[in-house]
């Protein structure tokens, strides 16, 4: 099955820096690449995804990338806000898996 | 839409106690999926629903039992609880295993 790891599991950046996440996964055949935030308390909920035939996508101030023969893919947050401090989660997925496989998490903590 | 609603939001239950965690979803999504998180460990998939009547094992299915008699609803049955099931647990929905997951609110469950 498919293993996804995700690094760093915490993370503390000033404010207006940017901050990277990565994940690396395991199934070459994996096709769709979303990441999830999850404020606390709160439900995960989408904030960008990406499919294996583009190499970056951006939306604001949130890109992603993606490297396949690297088999690893990196959200990118620019100028960071303190409403950005959450926990973020990767995921992948092929056609036919039927079910996303997470990483375990990245806490983002951005300081004032 | 109240998109995925889950209830209830908490229970305490004590070892060996039985009990059905509801979701319910008016998306027409034909993906339905249960989860569970605990710190540092991430969203571990239970079970999953690609459509009614069609049901199938996760990564951590032991001690837990689900049912697909509508498009709508996706209850999870704890058979017997134990301490170890102590945790957050999400449902989510989305029209297919490539497509945005909506997740519900949560149920925070614990097990003493």
């Known amino acids: 099955g498919e293993n996804v790891e995700q690094h760093p599991s915490t993370l503390s950046v000033q404010e207006g820096d940017s901050a990277v996440i990565k994940c690396t996964y395991s199934?070459?055949?994996?096709?769709?690449f979303p990441w999830y935030k999850q404020e606390l308390g709160k439900r995960p909920q989408l904030i960008i995804d990406?499919?294996?035939?583009?190499g970056e996508k951006k939306d604001q101030r949130i890109a992603v990338t993606l490297n396949k023969t690297a088999k690893h893919f990196s959200l990118h947050i620019t100028e960071t806000q303190p409403e950005d401090s959450a926990v973020y989660f990767c995921a992948a997925s092929r056609t036919g898996r039927r079910a996303l496989t997470f990483g375990s998490g990245t806490r983002l903590q951005v300081q004032p | 839409n109240a998109g995925v609603t889950q209830t209830p939001k908490f229970q305490v239950l004590k070892t060996g106690q039985s009990m059905t965690l509801q979701c319910a979803q008016d998306m027409n999504h034909e993906y339905m999926s249960w989860y569970r998180q605990d710190p540092g460990m991430g969203l571990r998939l239970i079970h999953y629903s690609v459509g009614a009547g069609i049901t199938d094992q996760g990564e951590v299915p032991n001690g837990y039992n689900v049912s697909r008699s509508t498009t709508e609803d996706f209850p999870l049955r704890l058979l017997s609880a134990a301490p170890s099931q102590t945790s957050v647990y999400f449902c989510?929905?989305?029209?297919?295993?490539?497509?945005?997951?909506?997740f519900g609110p949560g149920t925070r469950l614990l097990v003493l």
């Open positions: 989510a929905s989305s029209p297919n295993e490539l497509e945005t997951q909506y």
């Open positions: 990406i499919r294996s035939n583009v």
């Open positions: 199934d070459s055949a994996s096709n769709y």
